[in-house]
């Protein structure tokens, strides 16, 4: 069964760091687009940085562009986020997802192209 799991979430000082991990089985990831996206409470689910398969492209919505950077290990079939300089802004449930439709990433980032879906993991950042 395909399924990505995600691990790395957790609670950050402002100015703080995260490294968020995202291990696909059941299939490549590198044959597809992959994002990452955040949802917080009372608001939309947003992607906001994904990358493309093969070369790797990536993209960055400016909320994040300088700060947040995405990465994937095809040996290990994962996809990570680095997270740096987190603000309380950034709050939210972060979910990586599989866009099986594309293979490069197609900005805005449609919710309804992306199939499989991590479990979702909660980053909070606060004093």
């Known amino acids: 069964q395909a399924q990505f799991v995600e691990s790395g979430g957790g609670l950050v000082q402002p100015g703080g760091s995260l490294r968020l991990s995202c291990a696909a089985s059941?299939?490549?990831?590198?044959?597809?687009?992959i994002g990452w996206f955040r949802q917080a409470p009372g608001k939309e689910r947003e992607g906001f940085t994904g990358?493309?398969?093969?070369?790797?492209?990536?993209y960055y919505a400016d909320s994040v562009l300088g700060r947040f950077t995405i990465s994937k290990d095809n040996a290990k079939n994962t996809v990570y986020l680095q997270m740096n300089n987190l603000e309380p802004e950034d709050t939210a449930v972060y979910y990586c997802?599989?866009?099986?439709?594309?293979?490069?990433?197609?900005?805005?980032?449609?919710?309804?192209?992306?199939?499989?879906w991590g479990q979702g993991t909660q980053v909070t950042v606060s004093s």
């Open positions: 990358i493309s398969s093969g070369r790797g492209s990536t």
């Open positions: 997802a599989a866009n099986l439709l594309r293979t490069k990433i197609v900005v805005p980032m449609r919710v309804d192209e992306f199939i499989y």
């Open positions: 059941g299939f490549t990831l590198d044959h597809y687009a």
